[in-house]
């Protein structure tokens, strides 16, 4: 695909585009470029991975000077309204995300302080185990903890939405059964699909789904079909087969984008807790890929997204249902756990 049609490009710039998860390089001025020539709406963007409490106040610390700094770029989100505003004005709104809720430490009240201060989605665990539970490479997964029920419990109360996407299965089952609101799988395919340990059980889908819950696709090659060959129709097969299982209602975009990430980037979240590369969990010792190899030529960065619409358009997916995807089933979503 080499162009974007008229009528596609407008279905997009009239939609609000939200993706579940943005992981890029949050000093890199290209970034910022991109997402608003991309007309993204709204990002959940990972402030934290392996941090602990107090580095987590220093990332948020240096998210409050870049609001002021690209301030003609971007705007923090903290409501669903916020998300309209960023639409309406020609900006990115950052959602403030974590990977994993090894900021709160072993502090359960942390979690309402963190929301105070503008986070609104946390992944239960990343790759490994945590104090709440079980990663998706950990060596065994016994669900969620006591304390993983508790912050489960609180995440609810306050209106941080749940994230599952590097999330064990059996803590995966734990967290949208004890979840009293939907909970998201931000970005992450289906196993079913493609069997990459980290997508995801048709059975957790399907149960995510029947409690109101919305999955991300992600378009890095190495969770679709054809891995490092991997196209946009792979991705767009990812889509169709989450959207066959579920239904058009619980399905979205949320790309994985990793624009400007150096080297030292991916060996800091590929290691063991952090702190261990090679880690145990993947025995990679070799030179992580550039960022660009990792997605389809039409979806290396946020500028690309518009090809969304018309690959959509061109498999048969209604205006409505292209909305859903591109953004809409994503506000729904955050309109139903949010607090305000």
């Not at 963007?45 to 990332?59: C, F, P, Q, V």
């Not at 945590?130 to 490479?137: A, E, I, K, Q």
């Not at 890929?289 to 389809?296: A, H, I, N, S, T």
């Amino acid at each position: 695909m080499t162009q974007v049609s008229g009528r596609a490009l407008r279905l997009y710039h009239e939609a609000v585009v939200i993706d579940g998860l943005n992981v890029s390089n949050w000093d890199s001025d290209e970034v910022y470029v991109s997402l608003n020539d991309g007309g993204v709406s709204a990002i959940n963007a990972t402030i934290a991975t392996w941090e602990n409490y107090r580095e987590t106040l220093d990332h948020i610390s240096r998210w409050l000077a870049r609001f002021r700094e690209r301030s003609t770029r971007i705007l923090q989100v903290e409501t669903v309204e916020d998300i309209h505003r960023a639409k309406r004005q020609g900006k990115t709104g950052i959602i403030l995300g974590w990977q994993n809720t090894s900021p709160i430490e072993n502090r359960l009240d942390r979690l309402e302080l963190f929301h105070r201060l503008g986070v609104r989605i946390a992944q239960v665990t990343y790759h490994e185990r945590n104090l709440l539970g079980d990663g998706c490479m950990e060596r065994q997964d016994g669900g969620l903890t006591n304390f993983g029920v508790d912050a489960v419990k609180e995440m609810n109360r306050v209106g941080i939405l749940i994230d599952l996407s590097h999330v064990g299965v059996a803590t995966t089952m734990d967290s949208i059964e004890v979840s009293d609101k939907p909970v998201a799988i931000t970005h992450a395919n289906a196993k079913s699909h493609y069997d990459h340990r980290r997508n995801k059980t048709d059975e957790a889908i399907k149960l995510m789904a029947e409690k109101g819950g919305v999955i991300g696709a992600t378009c890095i090659r190495t969770f679709l079909k054809h891995s490092f060959e991997s196209n946009l129709a792979d991705y767009l097969d990812a889509i169709d087969h989450l959207v066959d299982m579920v239904g058009i209602d619980h399905v979205a975009i949320g790309t994985d984008h990793t624009q400007d990430q150096p080297e030292e980037f991916w060996r800091y979240i590929g290691s063991q807790q952090g702190t261990k590369f090679p880690s145990t969990f993947t025995q990679v010792d070799e030179k992580p890929k550039p960022w660009r190899d990792l997605y389809p030529d039409e979806l290396e960065t946020p500028d690309h997204l518009p090809f969304m619409s018309e690959a959509l358009l061109i498999r048969g997916y209604s205006d409505e249902d292209i909305r859903k995807i591109l953004g809409g089933n994503w506000l729904r979503l955050f309109e139903e756990v949010w607090v305000e």
